[in-house]
């Protein structure tokens, strides 16, 4: 393997940031990009679970953060910026859901989802967006989902808010390309995580359902998402900006 490949794909001397950091895809991208050289933050709600997470991927760092509070974002991300400097990656990946029939769904409900997959996402972006810019550039990482694309029953605050983050990574992409800053998004699929397990478990039909319209015939891994977030923010993707990647084992372009 040349060196040139190497560098490519490494993430050494980067500072990477992960909202939802603590458990599920947050945590295994977290810990793909410390695997590839990264030094990384993690940022949730939830000091315990951010601390065990943090055991499991050697150098991590945690900042208790709570997303939905839209008020106090700036200064979150300001205080973090001068606790730790630069962050080179910004991986947006805090979330939450109300799952309920849309004529049981109140405004509430959709609000509280959509502010911290949406408006807390871009609050607290903002700061750390704009000291990327001034200081050479960035990498700006968000997590959609397959209700950004395809109809799911019972979750409409979360469909509309993933749904709005594909307009995001493209307005944020065109924004901000003339400053070097890479913005793109990850669109998992049926992904093994407990909250997969807990959805499908007793629901046989559900995840028969789930699996036909998987082209590769498997439940994706974790890992498969964290290689995907470690290229996008790596030099391998440095003319790569204002994109998606469904990683889905083919279920967005199944039949």
Same mark, same amino acid.
């Given at each position: 393997m040349n060196d040139s490949f190497k560098r490519a794909f490494s993430l050494e001397g980067k500072r990477a940031l992960v909202t939802g950091? !603590?458990? !599920?895809? !947050?945590? =295994?991208?977290?810990? =793909?990009?410390?695997? =590839? !050289?990264?030094?990384?933050i993690l940022v949730g709600r939830r000091r315990d679970l951010l601390e065990q997470a943090a055991g499991r991927i050697p150098g991590a760092k945690v900042a208790t953060v709570d997303l939905a509070d839209i008020a106090a974002l700036d200064a979150a991300a300001k205080s973090i910026l001068e606790r730790h400097g630069k962050i080179d990656i910004l991986v947006n990946n805090a979330g939450n859901t109300i799952r309920k029939p849309f004529l049981e769904t109140t405004h509430q409900d959709i609000d509280a989802v959509v502010d911290v997959h949406l408006r807390g996402a871009l609050e607290f972006s903002r700061p750390i967006i704009a000291r990327q810019a001034e200081t050479g &550039? &960035?990498?700006?990482?968000f997590t959609a989902s397959m209700a950004s694309y395809m109809g799911l029953p019972y979750v409409m605050g979360y469909t509309v808010a993933k749904t709005a983050l594909l307009g995001v990574v493209r307005a944020l992409s065109a924004e901000f390309a003339g400053q070097?800053?890479?913005v793109n998004g990850i669109a998992p699929g049926w992904i093994d995580t407990p909250l997969y397990r807990g959805a499908t478990g007793a629901d046989p039909a559900r995840k028969a359902k789930a699996l036909g319209r998987i082209q590769m015939g498997r439940i994706g891994e974790v890992e498969d998402v964290g290689w995907t977030?470690?290229?996008? $923010?790596?030099? $391998?993707a440095a003319y790569i900006t204002g994109q998606t990647v469904a990683v889905d084992g083919g279920a967005l372009a199944g039949f």
């Amino acid at each position: 393997m040349n060196d040139s490949f190497k560098r490519a794909f490494s993430l050494e001397g980067k500072r990477a940031l992960v909202t939802g950091g !603590g458990s !599920g895809l !947050g945590e =295994a991208m977290a810990a =793909a990009m410390a695997a =590839a !050289g990264a030094e990384v933050i993690l940022v949730g709600r939830r000091r315990d679970l951010l601390e065990q997470a943090a055991g499991r991927i050697p150098g991590a760092k945690v900042a208790t953060v709570d997303l939905a509070d839209i008020a106090a974002l700036d200064a979150a991300a300001k205080s973090i910026l001068e606790r730790h400097g630069k962050i080179d990656i910004l991986v947006n990946n805090a979330g939450n859901t109300i799952r309920k029939p849309f004529l049981e769904t109140t405004h509430q409900d959709i609000d509280a989802v959509v502010d911290v997959h949406l408006r807390g996402a871009l609050e607290f972006s903002r700061p750390i967006i704009a000291r990327q810019a001034e200081t050479g &550039g &960035g990498a700006v990482i968000f997590t959609a989902s397959m209700a950004s694309y395809m109809g799911l029953p019972y979750v409409m605050g979360y469909t509309v808010a993933k749904t709005a983050l594909l307009g995001v990574v493209r307005a944020l992409s065109a924004e901000f390309a003339g400053q070097n800053v890479r913005v793109n998004g990850i669109a998992p699929g049926w992904i093994d995580t407990p909250l997969y397990r807990g959805a499908t478990g007793a629901d046989p039909a559900r995840k028969a359902k789930a699996l036909g319209r998987i082209q590769m015939g498997r439940i994706g891994e974790v890992e498969d998402v964290g290689w995907t977030c470690v290229f996008l $923010a790596s030099d $391998a993707a440095a003319y790569i900006t204002g994109q998606t990647v469904a990683v889905d084992g083919g279920a967005l372009a199944g039949f």
